[in-house]
């Protein structure tokens, strides 16, 4: 377990940011995992009981929930003016206590605050996805900040408490104190990314085998031909299925919760308004060792649908040397107000690749465990294998 030894809680950090920290190669850009540690050693992160090491990820920390959920009646954003738990206290229906273990309902919104704190310093900033897990479960997650006017960010400087939206949509789903659903990424000031500087680390790394759609990212496109001897192309989730205890790997079978989908001659897909799909990427994708990507959640350019609620890939995600060569990206797909084809090949999504402010320690499936390295189509821990 990882503490600091700062015992107050929204500590001043301003004036212990250098340019460039101690042994940092770059003075912007995403903090790897032991720059994430030094945060929580320097009193920037924080929790009671102190931070556990498994927390830290190569490029992201795990975010708990805490002790109590709040059902609320809708979303909100508390403004620049308001802080969350005024706003709970209007909008809340009641409390639920997660201390043992409690149900979330499919179709309603709650507010969870989380364990950790931050003490930014005015140079880091924050920004937060669902874990892949969440995703794959159709669970909808955002991070919320006092005084916060935009889901899922941490502005530089930041000082206060923070809290995660939950909204189970297609399954219920058993969470409790310490489960973990969401995490933040840290960026140290405003590093930019080009199209000419994914171009290049194409070329010098291969982010994707064949040929690289480039344009305000890397284009992932969808794979509907599928598996060459059985045509499994993806599974559409099954409503009214069933109970997912979040904390639990491997207990639950895949009959029961998904609908397996088969190519069919056309080679395209119909997704159904507000049903939820699993489904792959064409392309094996690659995250080289120095770098840190997020795929864009939706774009509507490419249709009316949402695509990868949880789109952070950590550095060595794909890489020969960690185990994932051949890794595709699993891709989380619902569609909106009206049935939209997707045939394929077709763009569906694109990832955004930034620099680490220095090579990380350990990479994505290097001796971590990471239950997606080298993964092609591949439902969450939480189900059977094959």
Excluded at 118 to 145: C, H, W, Y
Excluded at 168 to 180: D, K, M, N, Y
Excluded at 256 to 266: G, L, N, S, V
Excluded at 304 to 316: I, K, L, M, N
């Amino acid at each position: 377990m990882t503490e600091n030894t700062n015992q107050n809680l929204f500590p001043d950090t301003d004036t212990q940011t250098p340019q460039r920290a101690a042994g940092q190669t770059h003075a912007v850009g995403i903090l790897p995992a032991h720059g994430i540690a030094n945060m929580i050693r320097d009193g920037q992160i924080w929790a009671g009981g102190g931070i556990d090491d498994d927390q830290i990820q190569p490029a992201s920390l795990d975010l708990r929930l805490a002790e109590t959920a709040y059902r609320v009646r809708a979303s909100f954003l508390p403004g620049a003016t308001g802080s969350v738990m005024d706003k709970i206290n209007k909008l809340a229906y009641h409390q639920v206590d997660l201390r043992h273990g409690a149900v979330l309902e499919t179709g309603c919104v709650y507010l969870v605050p989380l364990k950790e704190a931050l003490a930014l310093p005015e140079r880091t900033a924050g920004f937060a996805n669902p874990k892949s897990s969440t995703g794959r479960i159709d669970v909808f997650t955002r991070l919320i900040t006092d005084f916060g006017s935009a889901f899922d960010t941490v502005p530089a400087g930041y000082k206060g408490h923070l809290y995660l939206e939950v909204s189970p949509r297609t399954f219920p789903i058993l969470v409790r104190a310490g489960s973990r659903l969401s995490q933040l990424r840290f960026r140290r000031g405003s590093p930019s990314h080009s199209d000419a500087e994914t171009k290049r680390l194409h070329e010098e790394t291969g982010l994707v085998d064949g040929a690289a759609n480039i344009d305000q990212g890397l284009g992932v496109s969808i794979d509907l031909r599928g598996d060459a001897h059985t045509g499994l192309v993806g599974y559409r989730g099954k409503r009214h299925a069933g109970l997912i205890d979040v904390d639990q790997k491997g207990a639950l079978p895949v009959s029961q919760y998904w609908e397996p989908i088969y190519r069919d001659d056309t080679n395209e897909i119909i997704l159904d308004p507000d049903e939820f799909y699993i489904l792959a990427s064409r392309e094996a994708v690659t995250i080289p060792a120095s770098y840190a990507a997020e795929m864009v959640p939706f774009n509507p350019l490419v249709g009316e649908f949402r695509v990868h609620y949880a789109g952070f890939f950590d550095p060595g995600f794909g890489m020969n040397e960690a185990g994932g060569a051949g890794s595709r990206a699993v891709l989380e797909v619902r569609s909106r107000e009206v049935p939209f084809i997707l045939e394929h090949g077709q763009i569906i999504g694109r990832l955004i690749y930034e620099r680490l402010t220095d090579m990380p320690r350990t990479l994505y499936g290097s001796g971590l465990n990471s239950h997606y390295q080298a993964q092609g189509l591949k439902l969450s821990k939480h189900f059977k294998s094959d």
